[in-house]
């Protein structure tokens, strides 16, 4: 039977995964958008899930963990230049499976409790991501 530390790095370790996913997914999304603010918004929620990976990575060595080399997985899905609500939409998609995974993980039972405040905090910053995210798609659908 695992105890809860070793469930507990394990799951901080699937959630590094995710954000490290949802990174990837909107620095593409910046790189390839035209639109300058858009831009900006895509560069900040990917910088505030790089800063989210640190954070876990601390958790993770706090608890005695080791910090695996991750393999960094790029995701250029829209090299054709696909359409711009796709594009919404594939980082809406990754965002929500961040707030999912986030909201999963701090339900847990077999997860030590003390990691629940940095998961809580980092919940609500991937929660404004997801509508900040979803307003701009709906703004941009035609009625």
């Known amino acids: ?3 809860l530390k070793d469930n507990t790095i394990r799951g ?5 995964k995710n954000c490290r ?10 790189m390839d958008s035209d639109n300058n603010s858009l831009k900006k918004i ?14 876990l990575q601390t958790e993770i ?21 696909t ?21 999963e993980f701090s339900l847990r039972e077999d997860i030590l409790s003390e990691v629940v405040p940095v998961i809580s905090q980092q919940y609500f910053g991937e929660k404004e991501a997801q509508k900040t995210i979803k307003n701009i798609r709906s ?3 035609p009625v």
Do not use: P
């Open 1 to 3: 039977m695992e105890s």
């Open 12 to 16: 901080l370790k699937d959630i590094i």
């Open 21 to 30: 996913h949802t990174e990837d997914i909107l620095r593409n999304s910046a």
């Open 42 to 55: 895509f560069i900040y929620y990917a910088d505030l899930n790089s800063s989210y990976i640190q954070k």
């Open 61 to 81: 060595l706090r608890l005695g963990g080791d910090i695996e080399d991750f393999a960094s997985e790029k995701f250029y899905c829209w090299e054709d230049k």
């Open 83 to 103: 359409d711009f609500n796709d594009i919404l939409k594939i980082c809406e998609n990754s965002v929500n499976d961040a707030v999912n995974n986030y909201k």
């Open 139 to 141: 703004a941009e659908l």
